[in-house]
């Protein structure tokens, strides 16, 4: 398998003579992503952040009032973000794939966005997505109610402090583990969602690590970022996904070496 430095180099021979399609791609995504952010934000439903300050208190009350009175606007939330946000987000990321793939022809980036995304496997992605995301909260949420029963329990900084580590350990460890269905829902449509999650699986194993120091490996010009009030990052997340496709091209492709 590549090491981090070959993927990224890899991503950006992709990128080469597109960088300027990529960040106008990307400038639109960010368009119609804040554009949905704004438009559940005025649907209303339920104030996360009250909710998480009222656990944190261990105020039930408090938690019921930052749900109730709001359920069919929370509701309308989800449809939204079950119904647009998460095949838009599939389309976005396969769409670099697909950059990667054809080593930059493939180049109509915004266009791909909604092709793959809303295409002919719209409902299969949503359907995969959707429900594979509910298994992987099933996964962690024991880990986190234990946290938030110490939380209301014991009001101890250390052990609460530990356990939330440890959490956040196994959260990330978990979404290495399954970090890889959004490109599998695309690449591999035939396959149900217990199937795609287990796919995820396999490729990830004894790649978890890879694959979480490259994603470190941006923290750099993430900050970097900061400093050009944002615009840099019209440049920097098409690397990003890039290189993520890349990473998931190399694990597919050592799988198929390993069976033939």
Known sequence: MKRILALKEEALDALHGN???????????AIISAAISYSIKLIGGMDIMDYIDAVSEGDFAGMMESVGGNAYASLLQLLISILFTVPFTVGVINTFRMLVQSKGSDNKLFANFFKIGFG??????????FVSGLLIG???APVVLILILVIIMFHNIAVTLILALVTL?????????????????????????LDTMRRSRNLMDGSKWRFFFMELSFIGWILLGIFTLGIGYLWLVPYIYSTEATFYCDVRDAEKVEQA
Do not use: C
């Open 169 to 193: 350990v196994y959260a990330i460890w978990i979404g290495l583990m399954y970090s890889q269905i959004s490109f599998i829902v695309i690449d591999n449509p035939e396959l149900d969602i």
């Open 120 to 129: 002919r496997h719209y409902l299969h992605v949503v359907l995969v997505s």
């Open 19 to 29: 960088f300027g399609k990529a960040a106008l791609a990307t400038l639109g995504m």
């Open 138 to 140: 099933l996964i962690i």
